[in-house]
Structures are given as structure tokens and as C-alpha cells.
């Protein structure tokens, strides 16, 4: 699918290698590595980064985005879609993933022995007086929710009826006249010592 999805951006030619990135073994040294919406699945992910680590040539580059899911604020607050988005956060959890990874990135990257972390804030900040983001937003939302379903399901922390909750919270959320969404993830980064 990347090599599909790529094709249509870049005529040059891009190997892909299919491995687990804590344990990376390339022949090659890189000039920048690019993680997003990676380590907030992984169990330990300074391992992944000091994997990136030793395969950045001196002075390589380190790019990150990563989720910050505490920081999920919504008006009204609806009880359906607070409840699903607990459960959705329990999972990742008892995946063994971090949903809130991205506000540690400095601290993880500066263990590893990153030096010159920048950290920024990406997001959305949405309400009624731009009510069409606000509607294509939850709408997103949404989807991204229900990705998680069907093993949240399986693992009996959520049922049927929490998913249609869930959806109808936020269609109603969208309308409201008090309607407020609010999402920051976060974005490092960070050099190799030369
Ligand atoms: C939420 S997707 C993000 C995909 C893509 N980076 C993007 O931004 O759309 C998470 C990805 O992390 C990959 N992943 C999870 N653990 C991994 C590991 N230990 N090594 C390599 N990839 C891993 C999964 O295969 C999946 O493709």
C-alpha cells in the first residue's frame, strides 16, 4: 500500500523493508529518519528510537508525530462519546501502547542521546465559527474511532450500543451551538551527535 501510495508522489526509486523498527538491521546509515503514529503502539519506544539512533549517520535528523490523547476536550460534554473514548484509550493501553506518547517525546529522545530536540503542537481548535471544519473534524473522528471496534468489542470494553452512542454524540456535537473540539499531538525534532 506504501508502495502504491508513494508511486503517485515521488518517481524516484524507493526500497521498502519490512521489519520490526526496535529491531532494525540495515546495512546503511541514514541522513533522517520519520516516525509517525508509530510508538504509540509499541511497548518500549526508546528501544525504537535507539534503534533509529544507530542507524542515523553523525548529525542524522529525527522527525516525529505522535498522538496526545489526554488532551482530547470536547463541548458538550456528551457521555457516550466520553465513555468510548476511555475505552478506546484502555485499549491502547492494554495493547501495550502509550496514548499519550507524544507529550513524552523530549523526555524519551533526550535518554536516548538526541541532542537539539525541538518539540512543537499540532492540532485542532474547533467550534461554531468554523462550523464546516467542525463538521468534516467529527466526521473523522468518528472513523477513527470505530477503527478500534472490533477488538474493543472482542475484548468486551465496549458493546454495539456504545459505538452508536459514540457516532450520535458526535453528529450532535457538530450541531451544537455551544460545540467545542480540541486535539494536540505532538511533533519532535531531534539530531544525532556528531
Ligand atoms: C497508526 S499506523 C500509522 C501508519 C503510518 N505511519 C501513518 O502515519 O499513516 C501504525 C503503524 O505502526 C506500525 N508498527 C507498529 N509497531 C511496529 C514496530 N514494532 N515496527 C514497525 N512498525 C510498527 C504498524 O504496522 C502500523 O502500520
Keep these: 500500500k506504501a508502495q502504491i501510495n508513494l508511486s503517485r508522489f515521488s518517481e524516484r526509486e524507493i526500497n521498502f523493508v519490512n521489519q520490526d523498527a526496535a529491531e532494525l538491521n540495515l546495512e546503511e546509515k541514514f ?3 520519520f516516525i509517525c503514529w ?3 503502539h509499541v511497548e518500549d519506544p526508546k528501544k525504537v528510537l535507539r534503534s533509529v539512533y544507530e542507524h542515523l ?3 542524522g535528523i ?9 488532551s482530547f476536550y470536547f463541548l458538550p460534554k456528551l457521555p457516550g462519546l466520553e465513555r468510548y473514548y476511555n475505552a478506546y484509550n484502555a485499549h491502547q493501553i492494554q ?3 502509550d496514548p499519550d506518547i507524544g507529550v513524552k517525546l523530549g523526555n524519551l529522545l533526550h535518554e536516548v542521546g538526541f541532542e537539539e530536540i525541538e518539540l512543537q503542537r499540532g ?17 473523522y473522528w468518528k472513523e477513527l474511532m470505530k477503527s478500534a ?19 450520535s454524540d458526535l453528529e450532535a456535537i457538530a450541531k451544537a451551538s455551544n460545540s467545542v473540539f480540541f486535539y494536540q499531538f ?7 551527535k556528531a
Excluded: C, W
Excluded at 123 to 139: I, V, Y
Excluded at 186 to 192: E, I, S, W
Design 186 to 192: 505532538v511533533q519532535a525534532k531531534a539530531k544525532r
Design 123 to 139: 492540532g485542532f481548535h474547533l467550534d461554531q465559527s468554523r462550523p464546516e471544519e467542525l463538521k468534516r473534524m467529527t466526521a
Design 95 to 97: 495493547s501495550g501502547g
Design 149 to 167: 471496534a472490533k477488538p474493543m468489542l472482542d475484548t468486551d470494553l465496549i458493546k454495539e450500543k456504545d459505538i452508536r452512542e459514540m457516532e
Design 57 to 59: 549517520h553523525p548529525e
Design 31 to 33: 541522513d533522517a529518519g
Design 38 to 40: 508509530v510508538l504509540e
Design 62 to 70: 529525527i522527525y516525529l508525530t505522535e498522538v496526545f490523547n489526554s
